[in-house]
């Protein structure tokens, strides 16, 4: 009868918490939340008054489920502490923990309902209780140098925590530490309230070697230099091409009109001058044709040879003047 009588109890604490105010929520909003509409408020008594009864009998995970979808529509302490006292009794120690703290925080104002009041004091309380059950797990590398991959069933542990106490649930957990190829593995069974050390051996841990920075090459360079100066010498070869063919045609024509000694008379100076000028280009535009293709070739053939034999290429400078030095 008695427990029935405080299973009633704390159902109409409950009850009253569900439907508050959002003013005494763990972490309150920075400005008013929305007003939560009777259905809403409805359904999260009926899932309290589920939970209820699920946690009466024994049933706690159920009842955790409920306290939730109770909790994501109207977040109260009262409904945080039942939801810590499930994974309390689920021996999920560290979550429950986490969740006392949540009610913990919640703030409390003058205005704040007596069950909301009630549940963070109790939260408080209970949390208390709970810290010296929860276990820990100090892992240990041998040889300790150097970092390792760690991992608490199938977890990564933080590198922060390696060498420190990891809370952990009572139980059997799987530790598993990888470095230099080498691994090991421990298993162990925990109980609550207790600390245990585990030495992990591992391989030695060798930094890895240092990359240094390539010195730029001059194969690719040397190719686009050798490209750009081919590019020029056909251009001043299709240049000579065009004055050359002009000089030609012009030279033809003053032979027919001055002769083939090309004796021109006053008459003609001006056209006599315009074909010199057109055989002076066409000189011109030919050797600097011939001179910068051969060598653009050159350069071409050295960056493409440089290229293919990843040659060492390095410049030597000396008083008497400066070399390009390599080996091909």
């Known amino acids: 009868m008695a427990s029935n009588r405080l299973s009633k109890l704390c159902a109409g604490l409950l009850l009253l918490g569900a439907a508050a105010p959002r003013s005494a929520t763990a972490q309150p909003a920075a400005s008013s939340p929305p007003a939560i509409d009777d259905d809403t408020r409805n359904s999260a008594r009926k899932l309290g008054e589920e939970g209820n009864k699920l946690f009466a009998e024994g049933d ?64 408080k309380a209970e949390l208390a209780a709970l810290k010296p059950r929860v276990p820990s797990i100090v892992i240990q590398l041998d040889p300790p140098e150097g970092p390792a991959e760690v991992t608490i069933d199938d977890k990564p542990l933080p590198a922060a ?43 030695t841990y060798v930094p890895p070697p240092e990359t240094r920075a390539e010195p730029p090459g001059v194969a690719e360079p040397l190719r686009i230099a050798g490209i750009v100066g081919l590019a020029l010498g056909g251009a001043s070869l299709v240049a000579f091409g065009v004055t050359g063919g002009l000089a030609m045609s012009q030279g033809s024509d003053l032979e027919q009109r001055c002769g083939a000694e090309l004796r021109c008379g006053t008459a003609l100076h001006d056209d006599a001058d315009g074909y010199n000028q057109l055989r002076l ?23 493409t040879v440089l290229d293919s034999n990843e040659a060492s290429v390095g410049l030597r400078v000396g008083p008497t003047g400066a070399a390009l030095t390599g080996a091909f």
Do not use: M, N
């Open 60 to 123: 706690f995970a159920g009842a955790l489920d409920r306290y939730r979808r109770a909790e994501a529509l109207v977040s109260v302490p009262t409904l945080g502490v039942r939801i810590a006292r499930c994974l309390e009794r689920l021996g999920r120690l560290v979550e429950a923990t986490e969740k006392y703290v949540q009610v913990t925080r919640t703030e409390i104002t003058p205005d704040s309902l007596p069950q909301h009041v009630e549940a963070v004091s109790q939260a």
């Open 161 to 203: 925590l390696i060498g420190a106490g990891r809370s952990v649930d009572p139980g059997r957990h799987v530790i598993v530490a990888v470095r230099g190829g080498k691994s090991d593995k421990k298993v162990i069974e925990i109980g609550e309230g207790r600390t245990e050390t585990v030495t992990l051996s591992v391989g």
């Open 281 to 303: 280009a066409s000189t011109v535009t030919l050797w600097v044709g011939v001179g910068l293709a051969a060598v653009g070739g050159g350069l071409l053939v050295a960056g």
